[in-house]
């Protein structure tokens, strides 16, 4: 079981090295061997993203409150206009990148993946039109629909009811995601904010409690 402090990604001892990326061990091992069982039928994959800390993730959501990174749309357009009242800005930063403390890839059971033999990782945007039918990783999208459950990995942002939207990329190892979703407490969270500098902190900690809700529980459960 994850400490309140791994779980919201200020302490990072519960993580294995694998290649460039940090996971636990029990997703380690799950995905080596999903990739190699990929690799049996001609496809290709590899993580874009694993760990990510509560620092990292604070200066991904803080940098997209003061304007220096773009915001998009559900449909993940560029938004042009500055949005200046508190509730709707940050509304729309939680639309793809979640609360620091709040992302499951502070678990390290969870990973994005694409396929590096049609698309490099520095041109990767991680948008539906990468996967969709004619995009670069649309193989990788096919296969994993058909086997990654074989090797305990499913979907958590499926629907689009989710209050984060479909990502094809996202993948999460369900026996410790399951458990970490469980044992997480949105006091944890408060905690984790409270200490930290976040922008948007006074609308934040009055929406904590729909935010954890929509954001944190409401995600897809079964395979």
Same mark, same amino acid.
């Given at each position: 079981?994850?400490?309140?402090?791994?779980? &919201?990604?200020?302490?990072?001892?519960?993580?294995?090295?694998?290649?460039?990326?940090?996971?636990?061990?029990?997703?380690?091992?799950?995905?080596?061997?999903?990739?190699?069982?990929?690799?049996?039928?001609?496809?290709?994959?590899?993580?874009?993203?694993?760990?990510?800390?509560?620092?990292?993730?604070?200066?991904?959501?803080?940098?997209? %409150?003061?304007?220096?990174?773009?915001?998009?749309?559900?449909?993940?357009?560029?938004? %042009?206009?500055?949005?200046?009242?508190?509730?709707?800005?940050?509304?729309?930063?939680?639309?793809?990148?979640?609360?620091?403390?709040?992302?499951?890839?502070?678990?390290?059971?969870?990973?994005?993946?694409?396929?590096?033999?049609?698309?490099?990782?520095?041109?990767?945007?991680?948008?539906?039109?990468?996967?969709?039918?004619?995009?670069?990783?649309?193989?990788?999208?096919?296969?994993?629909?058909?086997?990654?459950?074989?090797?305990?990995?499913?979907?958590?942002?499926?629907?689009?009811?989710?209050?984060?939207?479909?990502?094809?990329?996202?993948?999460?190892?369900?026996?410790?995601?399951?458990?970490?979703?469980?044992?997480?407490?949105?006091?944890?969270?408060?905690?984790?904010?409270?200490? %930290?500098?976040?922008?948007?902190?006074? &609308?934040?900690?009055?929406?904590?409690?729909?935010?954890?809700?929509?954001?944190?529980?409401?995600?897809?459960?079964?395979?």
């Amino acid at each position: 079981m994850l400490t309140p402090e791994q779980l &919201t990604g200020c302490e990072d001892t519960h993580l294995t090295d694998l290649g460039e990326v940090r996971v636990t061990d029990g997703t380690a091992k799950a995905y080596l061997l999903m990739q190699k069982a990929a690799e049996r039928d001609g496809v290709t994959m590899a993580i874009a993203s694993g760990f990510r800390s509560f620092e990292a993730q604070a200066s991904i959501f803080n940098r997209k %409150a003061r304007g220096e990174l773009a915001l998009r749309d559900s449909s993940h357009n560029i938004i %042009a206009t500055p949005i200046a009242e508190p509730r709707a800005l940050l509304k729309t930063i939680l639309i793809w990148s979640a609360l620091p403390g709040a992302s499951r890839h502070h678990w390290g059971t969870d990973i994005d993946l694409f396929d590096p033999c049609h698309i490099e990782h520095g041109q990767l945007e991680l948008v539906q039109s990468e996967f969709d039918a004619g995009g670069p990783c649309h193989e990788l999208a096919c296969w994993l629909e058909k086997n990654a459950r074989d090797f305990g990995f499913y979907r958590p942002y499926r629907s689009p009811t989710n209050g984060v939207q479909p990502e094809p990329w996202h993948y999460s190892y369900k026996r410790e995601s399951d458990q970490c979703l469980a044992n997480f407490e949105i006091k944890h969270l408060r905690d984790a904010i409270t200490k %930290a500098n976040v922008e948007l902190s006074a &609308t934040i900690e009055s929406e904590l409690d729909k935010i954890f809700e929509h954001y944190v529980l409401n995600v897809d459960k079964t395979w």
